[in-house]
Nanobody
Framework: VQLQASGGGLVQAGGSLKLSCTAS????????IGWYRQAPGKQRELVAI???????DYADSVKGRFTVSRDFAKNTVYLEMNSLKPEDTAVYYC???????????WGQGTQVTVSS
């Protein structure tokens, strides 16, 4: 599975951005797909994810502000981010877990910077 992320950028606090992640390859093997982020000096953390079926999970810090969605026809997962805060500044990574080794796949990361 290959994941191609895009859509990051610089935005002022309170603004919005929408990230995209397009999957290719053995997409039939995907079990979960979603977004993680890593801020400077911090561990990578889960932001939002589709688990089996349509079940979604969100980090508490983004609930009510971020929405994960997907377009099966385009093999693409989106992360719509509203009411952005400076603490949302991080590199955002698309991630999927599947049934084929190496089982975990990461996109290349896209920088999101929120200015105060």
């Amino acid at each position: 599975v290959q994941l191609q992320a895009s859509g990051g950028g610089l935005v002022q606090a309170g603004g919005s951005l929408k990230l995209s992640c397009t999957a290719s390859g053995s997409i039939f093997s995907i079990i979960t797909i979603g977004w993680y982020r890593q801020a400077p000096g911090k561990q990578r953390e889960l932001v939002a994810i589709f688990r089996n079926g349509d079940t979604t999970d969100y980090a508490d810090s983004v609930k009510g502000r971020f929405t994960v969605s997907r377009d099966f026809a385009k093999n693409t997962v989106y992360l719509e981010m509203n009411s952005l805060k400076p603490e949302d500044t991080a590199v955002y990574y698309c991630h999927s877990q599947g049934t084929i080794s190496p089982f975990h796949y990461w996109g290349q990361g896209t920088q999101v910077t929120v200015s105060s």
